[in-house]
């Protein structure tokens, strides 16, 4: 036999529903509905691409390369521990750029700043620089390079056993770059869109770190990394 309570308390929470989507009025309510969505927006293949060997990669962290819920550390770390397991006849390092960003925080910026310009990667100043020579020391064919490129914080709502919740998205976009270090040709660029999100309860201001964000949008990439 069917609890009665548990029939209350659905109907209770079916008014309720209702009662929202009444008071909010329904395009509004439909317009502020979230929840967490990863894209892949463009992806760019060369057609010369086959004719370039790649054994071994070099991926530089994205910046700023730290800990805090801006930063973009564990996101590189992901990135990496998944191009391993995906490509494991591949060897991939993390190049360690500490020293060339503490000379010059914009150096990787500066760096897609002139690929962008020059639709290459200008292997000359790039190994005379700080950013490159750390590169060199890994012994690369190619190397992953990346960059974020606007980050926002949407509020909305979340639907959830027929209860609305209030909820904060944080939306990046960033790209990633793979580039032979044969000719600094561009193999390889994707422009990615990735979200996380969490539900808010009102106690205290919170903010999903960065990383969670970029770490779902590469997992969209693996498969579309052109190593194999």
């Not at 700023?64 to 391993?84: C, K, V, W």
């Not at 990667?121 to 490159?132: A, I, M, R, V």
């Not at 012994?139 to 914080?153: H, L, P, Y």
């Amino acid at each position: 036999m069917v609890d009665i309570r548990i029939i209350i308390r659905f109907a209770v929470k079916v008014i309720a529903f209702c009662f929202v989507l009444f008071i909010t009025g329904c395009n509004e309510f439909l317009d502020n509905l979230l929840w967490p969505k990863n894209e892949v927006i463009s992806l760019y293949k060369s057609p010369k691409i086959d004719s370039y060997k790649i054994r071994s990669v070099a991926l530089l962290p994205m910046t700023p390369d730290d800990t805090t819920d801006a930063g973009t550390f564990y996101s590189t770390n992901h990135f990496i521990n998944s191009l391993e397991e995906k490509y494991p006849n591949i060897k991939f390092t993390v190049s360690d750029i500490d020293t060339a960003i503490t000379i010059d925080s914009l150096a990787i910026s500066k760096t897609i700043h002139s690929i962008e310009k020059k639709k290459k990667l200008d292997l000359k100043n790039f190994y005379s620089s700080e950013l490159g020579y750390d590169v060199i020391k890994d012994s690369a064919d190619a190397i992953i390079i990346g960059t974020v490129d606007s980050c926002s914080v949407k509020n909305g709502f979340y639907i959830a056993n027929y209860q609305l919740y209030k909820t904060r998205i944080i939306s990046c976009r960033f790209t990633y770059y793979l580039i032979s270090l044969r000719d600094g040709r561009v193999l390889w660029k994707a422009h990615v869109l990735g979200e996380d999100g969490y539900i808010y309860y009102g106690i205290d201001e919170l903010h999903t770190p960065l990383y969670y964000a970029v770490s779902n949008g590469i997992n969209l990439l693996l498969d579309k990394i052109p190593l194999e």
